[in-house]
T-cell receptor
Framework: AQKVTQAQTEISVVEKEDVTLDCVYE???????LFWYKQPPSGELVFLIR??????QNEISGRYSWNFQKSTSSFNFTITASQVVDSAVYFC????????????FGEGTQLTVNP | DTGVSQNPRHKITKRGQNVTFRCDPI?????LYWYRQTLGQGPEFLTY????????KSRLLSDRFSAERPKGSFSTLEIQRTEQGDSAMYLC?????????????FGPGTRLLVL
């Protein structure tokens, strides 16, 4: 079975603070893919990043960075200098190579950035 | 390049009625997915198509649910004899066949309320 856990249900920060969203996953597969999506109040899931299990290199994209650690089965997401527009629900998701195309999502973290 | 579109965006119906939702994927994407998202939860996989073939169905997809993608382009999801438990956001996503690197891009969803 595969599972994604986002232990932080809600996080509230003040603008310009850095914030890290945690994601822990479970899978027995050696090849898998991890994703982060953003869901603003409008409801549409916006793709942020995909990471393959065989590539542990961390990635930075502007104010966003991702820390992938296979040893702890974690794929954490950090927003630097948060802005009010970052307020949304963020989902971590897993796709196993052996599970076809289905994504397994965590329960999401509601991030609120206050001015 | 337009994104995934879904219609209607909102639907209110009475218990026992049938409803149908439509999804138009990104052009030239041959894979199309349906997910269901209830309040405070992450999306859950329902079914997916590769071209016109329905390749996988979740156990969540009861006999009252049927999905089609007749010409390998748009898809419809029909719920017969709706129940209050069917109230949810129904999300559609599409991807190009760059397996295993595929990324699913989501539409804005159809929010269903069954009274």
């Amino acid at each position: 079975a595969q599972k994604v856990t986002q232990a932080q249900t809600e996080i509230s920060v003040v603008e310009k603070e850095d914030v890290t969203l945690d994601c822990v996953y479970e899978t027995r597969d050696t090849t898998y893919y991890l994703f982060w999506y953003k869901q603003p109040p409008s409801g549409e899931l916006v793709f942020l990043i995909r990471r393959n299990s065989f590539d542990e290199q961390n990635e930075i994209s502007g104010r966003y960075s991702w820390n992938f650690q296979k040893s702890t089965s974690s794929f954490n997401f950090t927003i630097t200098a948060s802005q009010v527009v970052d307020s949304a629900v963020y989902f971590c998701a897993l796709r196993k190579e052996t599970s076809g195309s289905r994504l397994t999502f965590g329960e999401g973290t509601q991030l609120t950035v206050n001015p | 390049d337009t994104g995934v579109s879904q219609n209607p965006r909102h639907k209110i119906t009475k218990r026992g009625q049938n409803v149908t939702f439509r999804c138009d994927p990104i052009s030239e994407h041959n894979r199309l997915y349906w997910y269901r998202q209830t309040l405070g939860q992450g999306p859950e996989f329902l079914t997916y198509f590769q071209n016109e073939a329905q390749l996988e169905k979740s156990r969540l997809l009861s006999d009252r649910f049927s999905a089609e993608r007749p010409k390998g382009s748009f898809s419809t999801l029909e719920i017969q004899r709706t129940e209050q438990g069917d109230s949810a956001m129904y999300l559609c996503a599409s991807s190009a066949r760059d397996y295993p690197q595929e990324t699913q891009y989501f539409g804005p969803g159809t929010r269903l309320l069954v009274l």
